[in-house]
């Protein structure tokens, strides 16, 4: 199934942009708002609980987070993150840049600004907030996005908040590490009503919002500073939150994969329907089968059983036989979805009836276990096996259990990840209206008119203008002058053209070039662009603008670089011989070069041309620009076939 060929199906999709804002300093505190490398001064330990709304009651986000919730350590770093992170202090009053930016992007989309804002706690405890919620503001709702020039994209709201700390390492078993150099960035957040249309519809609704908020140059560009949640529903069904969508390429997928899932969940509901089953049919019974597995030869049960207090459980799925494995659509069925949510949980996943025997669970296993389920053999009962930690295995019946029932219903709300692959997983439910409370440590904020009155001079420039400015600045062509600025490279382009002087032979054509066709060149042969860093490139650049490196050697160096397999851009220079050549030298070569090869220009003539450059570039290449190298072998051939002779 494919978004581009199904056109039956009602798809709806709603934006979420989260976009960090370039402040010097953070949301609620006088802390450095960059960000930092991965290097730390101290830590501290907390473990967070879910706390009751106004209203009294626990959100059921919370609870979920909490039932499978430990010990989160927290790293942080002098200057980057202080006792208002650590929650040992009241928040600061907010950040006067960050609130002008946001009420500026409330502008530009024509969105109704509130006279007083009032700052929320939402609440948090998956260990990214310290003290268990995030703060946030509802600063405008209502307004419109102008898509191309003619569709206009509601808007629902524009908030401020604060964005979560960082989430260095699960793989701890005592406890989640999270760095707190991001927690209380500034954020803005804005939500879309859902629309339908083609992919490339939808994209370019993504596309046309994150070209504003960047054409402002208040925002933080590159690989992390934007994060978009796509709400999807199908058919006027339940709502799935897709969580973490960083790049557009990733969207497409994000929007097809979660379409044909739920295409296959409704399917599912449909089965379950015809089999007239009750909630009362799924896990009546459940068994400790450990003893049964004490001398299985399956390395999966080998592993369970070697863990921490192991125990292995059986839960039988009345009328459910050949259900669990059942696939109305390609990869998508309930054993599936149930591998992803006991993941979550901590465990390595299950086995179920449709699938056995396999991974060495035998016949006789199978048939021991539904003589424990009081199964009878060849009826339509399935069952499905789980094991791991005690403690943890009680803790997931119940939520597992509830997770199966929720089947019958289809699609079931809740909020999923994004993969690398564009796939997505089980997350946690969907939040609901018990999860926000008041902020108690910070007063509401008026909104000065004047203000607004002066921001409207302020508002973004239209997409088609800001690219015909560019195109006027730099003298690029419309093509490279989109891809410039929709790149995470902009900033730094214009730092680097900046840098060069009046006289520099390195034109803005050819820089733009290298930040985007070159690095989304290697980007697409699975090659790291995250390990080529800002200052490597100016640092190359800048050794180019001196004369000390040819103009060909800038891919050469980003390719060694975003392999991994050089560490700084001198190491990429010396491993790959790139020291420049001069011109006596560079002369004697290319004479040599030609002399050893008179037979086959006297055969070809002038279309030996390119016979010439191939093998001049094989030794060249990197050392010395391929215009000079090619100047020279012209003048040299041009003069040998007037004069007939090899001088």
Not at 85 to 108: G, I, W, Y
Not at 195 to 214: D, K, M, Q
Not at 502 to 526: G, M, Q, Y
Not at 551 to 571: C, D, Y
């Amino acid at each position: 199934m494919s978004l581009d060929i199904d056109n039956k199906l009602n798809v709806k999709v709603g934006f979420e942009i989260h976009q960090q804002l370039n402040t010097s300093t953070k949301l609620f505190c006088d802390c450095n708002g960059k960000g930092s490398e991965d290097v730390y001064d101290f830590d501290f330990i907390r473990v967070l609980r879910p706390t009751k709304s106004e209203l009294g009651d626990f959100d059921r986000a919370a609870l979920f987070e909490h039932a499978k919730m430990s010990s989160i350590k927290y790293y942080s770093k002098i200057g980057y993150s202080c006792l208002v992170e650590a929650d040992e202090e009241p928040p600061h009053n907010v950040n006067k840049d960050a609130l002008e930016t946001v009420l500026l992007f409330s502008l530009a989309l024509n969105s109704n600004i509130a006279d007083e804002i009032h700052v929320m706690r939402k609440l948090v405890i998956d260990g990214s907030n310290v003290s268990g919620f995030q703060r946030t503001m509802l600063v405008s709702t209502g307004g419109y996005l102008e898509v191309d020039n003619f569709k206009k994209v509601g808007v629902q709201g524009i908030c401020l908040e604060e964005d979560a700390a960082k989430l260095i390492s699960t793989t701890n078993p005592k406890f989640k590490e999270y760095g707190l150099d991001r927690l209380g960035i500034p954020l803005v957040e804005i939500a879309l009503e859902p629309i339908s249309g083609t992919p490339a519809e939808i994209v370019n609704v993504a596309l046309t919002l994150g070209r504003l908020l960047r054409s402002s140059k208040r925002v933080t560009r590159g690989i992390g500073s934007i994060r978009q949640d796509v709400n999807i529903s199908v058919n006027g069904g339940q709502v799935v939150e897709v969580k973490g969508v960083q790049q557009l390429s990733q969207l497409v997928k994000v929007l097809d994969y979660e379409t044909k899932r739920q295409c296959g969940m409704i399917k599912i509901a449909e089965e379950f329907k015809n089999r007239n089953i009750e909630d009362s049919l799924i896990g009546d019974k459940i068994a400790d089968v450990t003893s049964l597995f004490i001398n299985s030869s399956s390395n999966v049960i080998k592993k369970i059983l070697k863990s921490s207090d192991p125990i292995i459980k059986c839960i039988r799925l009345r009328k459910l036989r050949g259900l669990v494995g059942y696939e109305p659509v390609e990869d998508i069925r309930i054993g599936k979805e149930l591998g992803e949510f006991v993941r979550f949980f901590g465990l390595g996943g299950l086995f179920h009836s449709d699938e056995l025997p396999n991974y060495g669970i035998t016949a006789d296993d199978i048939g021991n276990i539904e003589k424990s389920l009081d199964i009878i053999p060849g009826s339509d009962d399935a069952f499905i096996i789980i094991g791991g930690n005690r403690n943890k295995i009680d803790n997931l019946i119940g939520p597992l259990t509830k997770r199966i029932i929720q089947f019958k219903d289809g699609v079931i709300a809740e909020t999923r990840s994004v993969t690398l692959d564009g796939t997505t997983i089980f997350s946690r439910p969907r939040p609901g209206s018990s999860r926000m409370y008041p902020e108690t440590d910070i007063m509401p904020i008026p909104i000065d008119i004047e203000l607004i009155s002066r921001l409207k001079d302020k508002i973004p420039l239209p997409w088609n203008e800001l690219i015909k400015r560019i195109m006027k600045k730099y003298g690029l062509n419309m093509k490279l002058s989109e891809q410039i600025f929709d790149s995470d490279y902009y900033d730094l382009f214009e730092a680097i053209i900046q840098s060069t002087s009046p006289s520099s032979t390195l034109s803005p054509t050819f820089v733009a070039s290298k930040l985007t066709e070159d690095i989304v060149s290697l980007s697409r042969n699975n090659l790291d662009k995250t390990l080529l860093t800002d200052e490597m490139i100016l640092e190359i650049f800048n050794r180019l603008e001196k004369g000390l490196i040819a103009k060909e050697s800038v891919i050469l160096i980003f390719e060694k670089l975003m392999k991994g397999e050089s560490v700084s851009v001198q190491e990429a220079i010396n491993s790959l011989n790139l020291t420049k050549m001069d011109d006596i030298e560079l002369y004697s070569l290319l004479d040599k070069l030609f002399n050893d090869n008179i037979n086959i220009i006297r055969e070809k003539g002038a279309n030996s041309m390119g016979i010439l450059m191939g093998k001049s570039m094989t030794v060249l290449r990197g050392k010395v620009d391929g215009s000079k190298i090619n100047n020279y072998l012209k003048g040299k051939l041009e003069t040998f076939l007037k004069d007939g002779s090899s001088m």
